[in-house]
């Protein structure tokens, strides 16, 4: 088998884990997979074994390390200014380096059980006048930097490596799935200057906001498409595995109706209800922890965002302007790609550590450390 060849990228999501390899040398030899629906997570290391036989097989390699594409509750963002005077000297990268590791320092001394995953420079206020990216060859008196952090909890993360590390893989990136999903997608409403992407998955909603192409918002909220399975399964009185089958087939397969005690209209009724809530939550969310005020262009996407359609959209009661995002294993994955091996200006590169190769013993320790 050859080796390197290929990048491997995993989204772990909670009820389905994705994955795509990446020829580095032809881009267009790429290979996807995804696993069956995971109502919890006991089968994710078989799942995980067939994906990596899969992936191996295709590609004729063998996986030693894979990047990972993590979602989670308890994600946290934040922004911080700091600032530094340098005296009218010409301007060093070595001085952003300066400022970005002061930031760094102080997120990670008042939260210390979080990893930060990104760093992205929003601002450069320069002798008081803003630029979005770092100018060349000029002369500065003051510097002020507007960073914004988006960070996972350190326990999510180890729980990850720990559980790739059965199958002999390390983890080198990590990324946060649905801040890199936003990443590949917003170029594709470049004309609104106000735009949300906000992600249903099975058991969270993550929020993501730009204001003129920058980044000022990133969330995660504990209610998800799960949250509406739940609810047609307690109104209908049927077991959580029919209330899932009759939300995916909403509006697609209506011969599951046939011969049963309730309407379509009634299904309906209990899916919009719970969606709406969903979306009203994410509106509020939005304004209290942003400067948005007024409408604003909204991007749904996610697992939980697809029992609606073209079909039904037009029948929310909603103000927002509202698109639905549909995405396939290759966007998601694609965008995680894109985000570790493309350039993005205002996002500094996290580099992760170097793995070093341990004997049994040191594997053997590690993993019960």
């Known amino acids: 088998m050859g080796s390197n060849n290929y990048q491997v990228y995993f989204d772990c999501g909670f009820s389905r884990i994705r994955a795509g390899a990446f020829n580095k040398i032809n881009l267009k030899e790429t290979f996807y997979i995804k696993s069956k629906f995971l109502f919890d997570h006991l089968e994710i290391d078989t799942e995980i074994q067939k994906i990596i036989t899969f992936l191996e097989k295709n590609t004729n390699e063998y996986i030693g390390?894979?990047?990972?594409?993590?979602?989670?509750?308890?994600?946290?963002?934040?922004?911080?200014?700091?600032?530094?005077?340098?005296?009218?000297?010409?301007?060093?990268?070595?001085?952003?380096?300066?400022?970005?590791?002061?930031?760094?320092?102080?997120?990670?001394?008042?939260?210390?059980?979080?990893?930060?995953?990104?760093?992205?420079?929003?601002?450069?206020?320069?002798?008081?006048?803003?630029?979005?990216?770092?100018?060349?060859?000029?002369?500065?008196?003051?510097?002020?930097?507007?960073?914004?952090?988006?960070?996972?909890?350190?326990?999510?993360?180890?729980?990850?490596?720990?559980?790739?590390?059965?199958?002999?893989?390390?983890?080198?990136?990590?990324?946060?799935?649905?801040?890199?999903?936003?990443?590949?997608?917003?170029?594709?409403?470049?004309?609104?200057?106000?735009?949300?992407?906000?992600?249903?998955?099975?058991?969270?909603?993550?929020?993501?906001?730009?204001?003129?192409?920058?980044?000022?918002?990133?969330?995660?909220?504990?209610?998800?498409?799960?949250?509406?399975?739940?609810?047609?399964?307690?109104?209908?009185?049927?077991?959580?595995?029919?209330?899932?089958?009759?939300?995916i087939n909403f509006g697609k397969n209506e011969d599951l109706l046939i011969n049963k005690d309730f309407s379509l209209e009634l299904l309906q009724k209990i899916i919009f209800a719970r969606t709406e809530e969903i979306l009203e939550i994410c509106v509020e969310s939005i304004k209290l922890n942003s400067i948005i005020t007024g409408q604003f262009k909204m991007i749904i996407m996610g697992d939980g965002s697809k029992i609606l359609n073209n079909q039904y959209m037009n029948e929310i009661s909603f103000l927002n302007d509202i698109d639905l995002l549909e995405e396939t294993s290759e966007d998601i994955c694609q965008s995680g790609f894109k985000l570790v091996t493309g350039s993005n200006k205002q996002e500094v590169v996290i580099v992760p550590k170097k793995h070093t190769k341990q004997g049994f013993f040191e594997k053997l320790f590690l993993f019960f450390k």
């Open 65 to 247: 390390d894979v990047n990972l594409m993590i979602d989670s509750p308890e994600m946290l963002s934040i922004g911080i200014s700091v600032s530094k005077k340098i005296d009218d000297s010409h301007l060093r990268k070595e001085d952003i380096q300066f400022l970005v590791q002061e930031a760094k320092q102080q997120i990670l001394k008042h939260y210390n059980n979080q990893n930060i995953v990104h760093i992205v420079i929003n601002n450069y206020k320069i002798n008081n006048i803003d630029y979005d990216y770092l100018p060349q060859d000029l002369k500065c008196n003051f510097i002020s930097l507007d960073i914004f952090f988006i960070c996972l909890p350190i326990e999510i993360i180890e729980n990850f490596k720990k559980l790739f590390y059965k199958f002999d893989i390390l983890v080198n990136q990590i990324t946060c799935s649905s801040y890199a999903k936003t990443l590949n997608y917003k170029n594709n409403f470049s004309s609104y200057k106000d735009i949300s992407f906000i992600d249903i998955g099975f058991s969270k909603t993550s929020i993501t906001t730009y204001i003129n192409n920058k980044i000022i918002y990133s969330n995660v909220l504990p209610i998800g498409g799960n949250h509406i399975t739940k609810d047609i399964s307690k109104v209908l009185k049927i077991d959580l595995e029919q209330a899932e089958n009759l939300k």
